[in-house]
C-alpha cells in the first residue's frame, strides 16, 4: 500500500516519529531544557495511541483534520503519524474521501484480545468468589450478535447443571446476561439487530406470555426496566424453574463488554435476590474497571 504524503501546516520540522524536533520553534526545549520530563516520555507513541482511541470510537472514517481538532495535535504531526500507522496496516486512507479508518493490523490486535481471553482471565475469579458467597451458579458471558456466548460458569455445591457450559450460545433477548448488554446498547443498534419478529428466538413460555410472541416493542419495554433497575432479570426462560440476575461490564466507551450472572432456584426467597443484586453489581463493575471501563 502507497503512503501519501503527509500535509502540514506547522512549519516546525519533525523527526521520523512525528514529534516536533526538540530546539524547533520558540516553544522547543532542549534535552536539558525547561521541558524535560514534562508529559509523556514518548509523546509520538502517546499520540499514535490516541489516534487510534479516537479512530476505534468512531462510527467510520474521519478526517485527519477533524482527527486533530479532537486530539489537540497539530495536523502535521497527525499526518506524519497517520502515514506510518498506513504503512503498517494499522490504518487505512480512503483518498477520495479524504479520511482515514482502521486498518487489518488493528483488527489482528483485536483478534488477538480474543485469543488471550482477558475477559474470562479476569472474570473467572470474581464469578468464583460470586458463587463461594452466595451459594448458586454464575457465568460470564459476552453479547455475539443476537447471542450470547459463555466464556465462564462456575458450578454451586449441591446445585443442578445450567445449560450455560463454556461455549454454549443462547438467544439473549432470554437470558439476564443477554438482556443486561441490550440495555446499554444505542437503540439504532438494538433495532439492527432485531429489525422484526424473526429475529427472536424462543426456548419455553414464560410464566406471563408466550415467548414465541417477542416483538421489538417488548424487548424495549423489558430493556427499558433493566435500565431503571440497574440490573436485568428471566425467569424460567431459559430454564423452568430457575431465575438469573444479570449485570452489564461495560468498556472504557460505555460498550458492554461482557455480563456476570447469577442464577437460583425460581422460587427462592426474596431475601436471596435482596443478597444477589448488589453482590452481582460488585463483581461487574470491579471487573469493568479492570478493563479499564466506565463503571
Partial sequence: MSVSTP??????????GGRVSR???????????????AGPKVPAADQTLAILSHLAAQRGPVPAATIAHALGVPRSTVYHLLAVMQERGFVVHLPEERRYGLGVAAFELSSGFSRQQPLARL????V???????GESGHLAVLHGRDVLYLVEERAPRRPSLVTDVG???PAHLTATGRAMLAELP???LRALYPDRAAFAWRHPSPDTDAAEWSYGRLKRVLAEAREHGWAGEHGEVTPGLASVGVA????????AAAIAITYPDDAE?????????AVHEAAATLSRRIGGTR
Avoid: I, M
Wanted: proline share 10%; net charge positive.
Fill in 7 to 16: 500535509r502540514s501546516d506547522d512549519s516546525r520540522p519533525l523527526d521520523a
Fill in 23 to 37: 530546539g524547533a520553534g520558540a516553544g522547543g526545549a532542549g534535552a536539558g531544557g525547561a521541558g524535560a520530563g
Fill in 123 to 126: 472474570g473467572r475469579p470474581l
Fill in 128 to 134: 468464583a468468589s460470586l458463587v463461594d458467597r452466595l
Fill in 168 to 170: 454454549v450460545r443462547l
Fill in 187 to 189: 437503540p439504532a443498534q
Fill in 249 to 256: 461490564v461495560v468498556d472504557h466507551l460505555g460498550w458492554p
Fill in 270 to 278: 426474596p431475601a436471596l435476590r435482596d443478597r444477589v443484586v448488589p
